[in-house]
């Protein structure tokens, strides 16, 4: 992506100050989400603002059955997906403990959620608070990474009907569980930077059918756009990163449907000297 697309999407408001939905209607859409049972929309939803705010009070109740937050995922970092949901930039979700609480070849049921779908995706974790001093300079994030993961997000998209930028928000851009692989040390170097941007990442099931194919590039022109683009969003909203804290960074596939009774296996060839890969089985 070019630098000053870049800037512009850095650059956009992301303010949090807003009327947020009916508290009740939060609580219904949370309990629909525990109890797995699609819910309608929620009311009201006129602005990115409304959403953050219900998306902020959802990820409280929240907690409380899937954990702490432990991150943060980036939604939209595609100009596709961006019109589909008729938003031009990216949005930021909270990943609580259940995003990372499996691993590799994990069996989940293939109704994990209300309306569960699987992503090929990408974790980044964070070394040091030093990241939030790194700018937009890809070495200078890669200073504060200690690791790159595999990583397969299972995405709960709850609602029953379809939606827009603020009802993505409001769900917590569909964060529920999520399968790592084995942790790639991060190496601050331009060449490490390169392979970030230069692997290609595929998702294939147990027939050796094909289900999505991405470059590198596909998330804002390079992953580490998508942790810069963290890191200014969050500080707009009075927050920073922290040591330990995973980024989710990209949607490497569209949100595909599961069968029960596949393997579904995610690999990044060129990232690492040998193909590296993350499998998740359904039942």
Partial sequence: MRAPLLAALLALPMAVQAAC??????????????ANTPSPPLAGMTSL?????????????????WGRPVGYKAGLT????????GVNHPVRGVLLES???LRDGAE????????????????????????NQ?????????RHLDAVIPYIELPDLVLSGGFDGPQLLAINVGA?????????PVEATQAFADRLAGMTVTMVDDRGQERARAPGTAALGHPLNVVAFLIEDLARAGRRLEAGQVLS????????????????TVRYEGLAAQPVGVSVRTR
């Fill in 21 to 34: 939905p009916e508290t009740a209607a939060i609580e219904r859409l949370a309990e629909a989400l525990i």
């Fill in 49 to 65: 603002e409304d959403g953050f705010c219900a998306q902020e009070q959802l990820v409280e109740m929240l907690s409380a059955h």
């Fill in 78 to 85: 595609s100009a596709p997906v961006q019109q589909r949901f």
């Fill in 99 to 101: 995003s990372i609480s």
């Fill in 108 to 131: 989940i049921p293939a109704r994990f959620g209300a309306v569960p779908v699987i992503e090929s995706d990408l974790l980044v974790r964070v070394r040091d608070d030093g990241i």
């Fill in 134 to 142: 790194a700018g937009r300079d890809h070495l200078a994030i890669l």
């Fill in 176 to 184: 529920r569980l999520g399968v790592m692989g084995t942790p790639i």
């Fill in 249 to 264: 960074v990209a949607g490497y596939s569209p949100t595909l449907p599961l069968e029960p009774g596949r393997t579904y």
